[in-house]
Structure formats: C-alpha cells, structure tokens
C-alpha cells in the first residue's frame, strides 16, 4: 500500500517569513495530493490540492509543488501569520472506483509562527 | 450549510466496556469516511462507504468493530470492548462521491478508554 512520509516534525517561523513542508510518497500510481491543515480540537480541513498532471499550483500565500519523477511533493506558505499556526498534514490518494478517494496521511507537521 | 456533525465530542469509558460514535454527514454527500487519529500522527482510515455500502473496510478490525450506514445517510461506529489501545480521536469524513473531490471532516470524538 502507499506510504507517505512527512518532514519536518515541527518548524518554528518569525512571522512574515516563509515555511516549507516536504512529504515522498511510495505508490506510483498516486496521482492526487491534498494539503489539510488541523487546529487544535478540530477535523483536518483542505487548504490546497494538487494533481498528478500539474507540477505547481498556487493560491494566495499558498504554493504546492509536485515532483512525480522524485514522487515527492511539498508546501509553501509564504508571509507566514500567527493564524497559520496548526498541524498540517500530507496526503496521497490514487483514486478509487465507486468514487471517493482513499487518502494516506503524513504524519503532521507542528508550524509555529512566532510574532 | 451545516458541516459533518459528531457526537459525542468526547468520551471517557473503562476498558471492555462499549462505546459508540455518530456521524452525520454533509447534505448529499454519498461518500462517508471513517478514520482514526492517534495522538500526534494522521488520520487512519477505517471504513468508507458509498451510501449504505461499505466498500472499503480492509482496515477495520473486524473482532471489536463495527459500523453501519442504514439508509445512506448518517453513520455509527461502534467498539465493543474496548481496549486500552483504542484511545484516539474517531474522526467522520464525507464527499460528494466523485474521486478527488474534498473530503469534509468533522470535529471528531476524542475517545479515552481507561
């Protein structure tokens, strides 16, 4: 099955800064890729996807960058805010029949964004 | 639009005991989802459905777990007994069916087994 590793564990940032989060997957046939960010006592909530035919996708501060060669993928946020302080987890889905996605998650990155 | 409900948002029960978990998912979504959240990794799923199907249960396990779906609508996961491993947030997830569309999570049970 797919494998999805996620680095770093935590990262601490200054405000205004910029953050990246990596992820590798292991399954080829991978070919969806969601960002979700998770605050405290709350369900993971999408803030950005990618798919396998698309190498970058931008929204806002908001970057996700694809490698299929590599399979790897990673986040960018740029002019870092306190509010983006959250765990934000990886996710990789080849899709299934019947519809929806089997989604496996990374294993959480802890950003804290420091005023 | 109301998101993914869950109830109870927290429970607390001693180990072999049972316990059982609520989900109502968003409006027309046929897709439901099931995971597990241990402390300080990501969600596991457990089971997913399309409406009252359950399609993917390969990791559910299957001698303390169960769930249904009835009608299609909402959904309860239940364990019986309940282990001390079993401690986790249970979280409910829904999409509208169709693949790579977004998965809407709701606020989870944070289930303590003592």
């Known amino acids: 099955g797919e494998n999805v590793e996620q680095h770093p564990s935590t990262l601490s940032v200054q405000e205004g800064d910029s953050a990246v989060i990596k992820c590798t997957y292991s399954d080829s046939a991978s070919n969806y890729f969601p960002w979700y960010k998770q605050e405290l006592g709350k369900g993971p909530q999408l803030i950005i996807d990618i798919r396998s035919n698309v190498g970058e996708k931008k929204d806002q501060r908001i970057a996700v960058t694809l490698n299929k060669t590599a399979k790897h993928f990673s986040l960018h946020i740029t002019e870092t805010q306190p509010e983006d302080s959250a765990v934000y987890f990886c996710a990789a889905s080849s899709g299934v029949t019947g519809g929806g996605n089997k989604l496996t998650f990374g294993t959480g990155t802890q950003l804290k964004v420091e005023l | 639009e109301a998101g993914v409900v869950q109830s109870p948002r927290y429970k607390i029960i001693e180990k072999k005991q049972p316990v059982a978990f609520w989900c109502n998912p968003i409006s027309g979504h046929n897709t439901l989802y099931w995971y597990r959240q241990n402390l300080g990794q990501g969600p596991e799923l457990l089971i997913r459905y399309e409406n009252e199907e359950a399609v993917d249960d390969s990791q559910l396990p299957k001698d303390r777990f169960s769930a249904e779906r009835l009608k299609g609508v909402d959904s309860t996961l239940k364990i019986q007994p309940a282990e001390l491993g079993d401690s986790a947030v249970y979280l409910c997830?829904?999409?509208?069916?169709?693949?790579?569309?977004?998965?809407?999570f709701g606020p989870g049970t944070r289930l303590t087994v003592l």
């Open positions: 997830a829904s999409s509208p069916g169709a693949v790579y569309n977004e998965q809407f």
